[in-house]
């Protein structure tokens, strides 16, 4: 079974600076990962996704992941954080492949604080 | 284009009623997923709809059940409601074939 972790419950960082959210996952295979992130009240956004190639994946609004395959890790990250970033962070999963069995599983959330 | 739309956006149930909620995909997504979202918590996998079958299933009770219509759009149905079915309900379309999902606004559901 697919699982995702993401170890802290908030991360506080200072405009400008670098930012890092953690994700550990479990799936048989190569998978397919994602972050979302969600505001007060409102859906979830999709910011970026791995499937293949380069580790390093870039997406919305500046962020971008890397995925580590020994690790089992993909960690979101920006360069420089916004205040306008403050939000709930979602890592997910998906087992690979076309079948059926193509839930998401998503982790606990990651509430990110970004101070002026 | 529009996005994943769902209706009603908000409403209030008392314990053991029955609640239906639906669900518009995004034009051209064949597949519909529901997560049940607590207060604080993240969206927890109930099923996924694709050719009007459920094809995956959540570790749910069979008090929740769906149902997916020829043009893609799905319901959820909820019934003798418990106090803990309060949560934001989100439905997700995606393409079968392809990755990630689109989530629409949800429908925050009350019981009281």
């Known amino acids: 079974a697919q699982s995702v972790a993401q170890p802290e419950d908030q991360v506080n960082v200072a405009e400008g600076n670098p930012l890092t959210v953690k994700c550990t996952y479990s799936?048989?295979?190569?998978?397919?990962l994602f972050w979302y992130v969600q505001y007060p009240n409102r859906g979830l956004q999709f910011l970026l996704k791995?499937?293949?190639?380069?580790?390093l994946v870039k997406g919305s609004y500046g962020f971008e992941a890397e995925f580590n395959k020994s690790q089992t890790s993909f960690h979101l990250k920006k360069p420089s954080a916004l205040v306008s970033d403050s939000a709930l962070y979602f890592c997910?999963?998906?087992?690979?492949?076309?079948?059926?069995?193509?839930?998401?599983?998503f982790g606990s959330g990651t509430r990110l604080s970004i101070r002026p | 284009d529009a996005g994943v739309t769902q209706s009603p956006t908000h409403l209030i149930k008392t314990r053991g009623q029955q609640v239906t909620l639906r669900c518009s995909p995004k034009?051209?997504?064949?597949?519909v997923s529901w997560y049940q979202q607590a207060l604080g918590q993240g969206p927890q996998f109930i099923f996924q709809?694709?050719?009007?079958?459920?094809?995956q299933r959540g570790n749910f009770p069979d008090r929740f059940s769906g149902h997916q219509f020829p043009n893609y759009s799905s319901e959820l149905n909820v019934n003798a409601l418990l106090l803990g079915d309060s949560a934001l309900y989100l439905c997700?379309?995606?393409?079968?074939?392809?990755?990630?999902?689109?989530f629409g606004e949800g429908s925050r559901l009350t019981v009281l």
């Open positions: 997700a379309s995606s393409r079968l074939s392809a990755g990630e999902l689109f």
């Open positions: 799936v048989s295979g190569n998978p397919y």
């Open positions: 791995y499937i293949t190639g380069d580790n």
């Open positions: 997910a999963v998906r087992a690979p492949g076309y079948s059926s069995a193509s839930k998401i599983i």
């Open positions: 034009s051209g997504h064949d597949t």
């Open positions: 709809y694709y050719e009007e079958e459920e094809r």
